[in-house]
């Protein structure tokens, strides 16, 4: 790539099958800048659907990212499913399996954070429609090396919190509507790039972290400070690398959360706990029935009592399963 050339990088979630394929529908083959993008999807979904859909939609090259491969002008870049979309310092494509950021692989803040550190002030990122906050602390990253800011309206925007957040963290350059995102993109990047900022070194520790290349103590302690909960994501120490409304979590093998997320991840843990003391619970339950069955006297009434005692605790999960938790969505700051 030469070293005035663009990057545009894009993030989004639930809603982006739809919002991408607008965004891509306004853009040629004659657009003179890569663009990498991170749709959340499952682990066993293979992408093809998105891709069909833009490639129907727009004359850019849209492939699925392969590891090693070089940028070129003109094409769109997919991050394959269960896997991570970097740029390496070289700027070449960087498919990895490293750890989930925000519950999710692939990840937008990864791809973000790399892009910034390889492009500098080079970089426009772009967060459209989804839930919860992933893109948000990597569109700082991007603030911070100089690179623009773009988020969907939130008011059209299908999900809105995905942008939302971002406008409550990152004083953004434009926000505005899909339908008005492609022009802006070419005018963008038909300018030549202002004077490139130096990168921050808590930005590049925490690239190395995400690409794998360091995975060590030192390197997060240099980042924040322990807390005392564990990462849900491994079960290690969590450190506290950003405070205030932008609060997020690292673990030093390179489980990343924001505060939304970590909730979000901690009731889902236990969620699955409860599931399992429950079947536990009606399992003793059950053998302690079956056990009285063949007894008399102190023994039964004593196996009838525990059965009776478990019943308590099955009746005591299931009102708080049923309680309907909305903490993975209510308690999101939007």
């Known amino acids: 790539m030469r070293s005035n050339q663009f990057v545009v990088v894009i993030g989004t979630s639930a809603g ?3 919002a991408l394929t607008e965004l891509v529908s306004q853009l040629g083959d ?24 833009m490639s129907k939609n727009t004359k850019l090259h849209c492939t699925q990212a392969m590891d090693g491969m070089t940028l070129s002008s003109g094409y769109l870049y ?18 990895t399996k490293g750890a989930q950021e925000n519950r999710s692989r692939p990840g937008i803040d990864p791809l973000f954070r790399s892009a910034a550190v390889a492009f500098g002030n080079r970089v426009i990122g772009i967060i459209l429609t989804g839930y919860l906050d992933d893109g948000t602390a990597g569109m700082k990253v991007i603030k911070k090396c100089g690179g623009t800011c773009i988020v969907q309206d939130p008011a059209c925007a299908e999900y809105p919190a995905m942008p939302q ?3 409550n963290q990152v004083k953004v350059d434009y926000c505005l509507p ?9 005018r963008l990047v038909a300018k030549k790039p202002s004077r490139q900022k130096p990168i921050p070194k808590d930005v590049l520790i925490e690239a190395k972290i995400a690409a794998r290349v360091l995975s060590d103590l030192a390197s997060v ?7 005392p909960f ?16 932008s609060t997020r979590y690292r673990c030093h093998t390179g489980h990343a959360y924001t505060a939304a997320s970590l909730l979000a991840e901690q009731t889902a843990k236990i969620e699955e706990t ?5 079947r536990m619970f009606e399992e003793r339950k059950n053998l302690l029935t079956t056990i009285s069955k063949g007894q008399r006297g102190a023994a039964l009434a004593s196996s009838l009592e525990r059965a009776k005692l478990s019943q308590v605790h099955i009746n005591r999960i299931k009102a708080i399963l049923q309680a309907d938790d909305k903490g993975t969505t209510g308690d999101i700051p939007i």
């Open 16 to 18: 982006g099958l739809t």
């Open 30 to 53: 004659d657009f003179p800048a890569p663009l990498l993008v991170v749709q959340h999807i499952s682990a066993d979904a293979t992408g093809n659907v998105l891709l069909d859909a």
């Open 78 to 95: 997919l991050a394959p499913s269960d896997h991570h979309l970097m740029v390496d310092e070289d700027g070449r494509l960087l498919v």
């Open 165 to 167: 957040n971002a406008l």
């Open 178 to 186: 899909i339908a008005e995102m492609g022009g802006l993109l070419y």
């Open 221 to 227: 302690n240099a980042l924040g400070d322990q807390v």
């Open 230 to 245: 564990n990462c849900p994501g491994c079960g290690g120490v969590l450190w506290q690398v950003d405070k205030g409304d």
């Open 274 to 278: 409860m599931w399992t003391a429950l």
